[in-house]
């Protein structure tokens, strides 16, 4: 149980993250958004590493935190590009997929884990579910439907980050989520020198989101981290990625949107699919 409301807590750090990053992405640019995210990131996994007593992680540990950060600043840059045009239909339903499906099969693959039915049953649920809840309504546009690479991309990087991360011991504590803070930083520290100076100019609310958004993300990584070491990677991974449900709920409660009937029963599948993987 303490595993799965890690992972459900994960998935909710990372559904509100994701809400305030694609408000920060439509205002500033998407490289801009993720570097700043992860600055505000390595402040808060530092703190949390140094607070949480543990043994001496050893260098492995590092690394897979490190490899792991890579895969963040991956599927954070194209899952911010695909929002920055307003592809938030297809990007975010497409990325949730396509990790969920990604490491839950490479855990599975890679390692001696086995789902229960009850479990697999549930991820083959929340599959279906996460796409009704994100797309809402059928996406018909041209600027809609090119949203669909970005989110292929961005699922890849999120699942190598789940994986990666889930490879770090126990006795690590909480520095390769730190380390993996830092890998994100360098490899976006890289991706500035391809974008135009004027790119960089922001006012500063959607500086802030960003900071916001980043903070927010590195805590749900903490508390995925955590669930892998009550839970086997694939469940964890699958409870984590329900996080677009989260967006969707912000938008009724604080936006007041309504629902679609996709999204009724994409969000009725989600709850069924999360009490399968809890059993």
Known sequence: MTGWLFALGSALFYGTSDFVGGLASRRAHYVVVAL???LAGLVVAGIAAVVVIGPSPTAADLWWGA?????????????????????MSVVVPTSAVTGIALSAL????????????LAWAGIAIAVPALWWVSSGRQATTEAHSGGAGDGLLAGVGIAVQYLAL???????G????????????????????????????????????????????????ISYFLATHHQIVAIAVALASLYPVIPVLLGILVLHERLTRRQTIGLVAAGSATLLMAG
Do not use: I, Y
């Open 36 to 38: 700043l995210g992860q």
């Open 67 to 87: 490899l792991s950060g890579v895969g963040t600043a991956a599927g954070m840059v194209f899952l911010f590009r695909g929002m920055s045009h307003g592809a």
């Open 106 to 117: 490479a855990s599975v693959a890679l390692g001696d884990e086995r789902p229960s039915l």
């Open 166 to 172: 889930a490879q770090a011991s126990a006795d690590a």
């Open 174 to 221: 909480l520095w390769p989520v730190a380390t993996g803070r830092v890998g994100a930083l360098c490899v976006l520290a890289g991706a500035l020198l391809f974008v135009g100076r004027q790119t960089l100019r922001a006012s500063r609310a959607p500086l802030a989101l960003a900071l916001a958004s980043g903070a927010l993300a590195a805590a749900a990584l």
